[in-house]
């Protein structure tokens, strides 16, 4: 008899003890925060986009899936333990504004800007992945573009860049005296002297009646 009071007060004694521990509380989720939009200048590094992100924990951060060489909308991943997370990052195109010599080629291989003056500044556009080629040259005397004051390319991250189609004049055509001009093979990035630059394009020119053509444009950062 003693033995089975004995056995149900160990019980009473096992049960009062369990049912006043506690479960152990469950970790908190760690989250990321950022600040803002993040937008970044040409040529900046993964220590400049993680001065827009922090987690919240204090834990440090990586981030991968950005070229910064190439301006844009891009998607980069951050990480800290677990926690993973996708962010929009935007490389800044106004690093290749600047004053550049044109030359443009005929589709023979012959250039049409022979001789000296042919500087023409290319600016920021009014997007921060856009910039504005001038149709007209620094001295003001010769416009290329006949029809349209800039032509403006826009970038797309690691996809290729575009320019719209210019329907209009060419100053070194003649006949026919417009077409529909479509652009492509435009190509960028560091020269040798370091500088973010646009290198040229190639843009075919549509005209019904006309057999079709095409002129390549080449750029040189100053």
């Not at 290749?96 to 589709?107: C, H, L, T």
């Not at 001789?115 to 856009?130: A, C, P, R, S, T």
């Not at 797309?156 to 055509?173: A, V």
């Amino acid at each position: 008899m003693k033995k089975r009071i004995f056995a149900f007060a160990m019980l009473a004694f096992l049960f009062t003890f369990i049912s006043c521990t506690k479960p152990e509380p469950e970790p908190e989720k760690v989250t990321l925060t950022f600040s803002g939009d993040i937008i970044l200048d040409l040529g900046s590094t993964d220590a400049d986009v993680l001065e827009f992100v922090t987690a919240s924990d204090g834990s440090a951060v990586t981030v991968t899936g950005i070229d910064y060489d190439k301006p844009g909308e891009q998607t980069a991943t951050f990480k800290t333990g677990d926690v993973t997370e996708n962010k929009s990052v935007k490389i800044n195109s106004a690093g290749m504004a600047g004053r550049y010599y044109i030359s443009v080629f005929a589709s023979n291989g012959s250039e049409c800007t022979t001789g000296e003056g042919w500087v023409m500044k290319i600016l920021e556009g009014d997007e921060y992945n856009q910039i504005k080629i001038s149709s007209t040259i620094e001295t003001g005397d010769q416009t290329i573009f006949t029809d349209t004051e800039y032509l403006i390319v826009t970038f797309n991250g690691k996809d290729e860049p575009t320019i719209e189609n210019y329907e209009g004049g060419l100053m070194f055509m003649t006949t026919p005296a417009s077409a529909e001009w479509t652009f492509s093979e435009i190509t960028y990035g560091l020269n040798d002297k370091g500088k973010y630059a646009l290198n040229g394009f190639r843009m075919d020119g549509y005209k019904a009646g006309y057999e079709d053509f095409y002129y390549t444009v080449e750029f040189e950062k100053k």
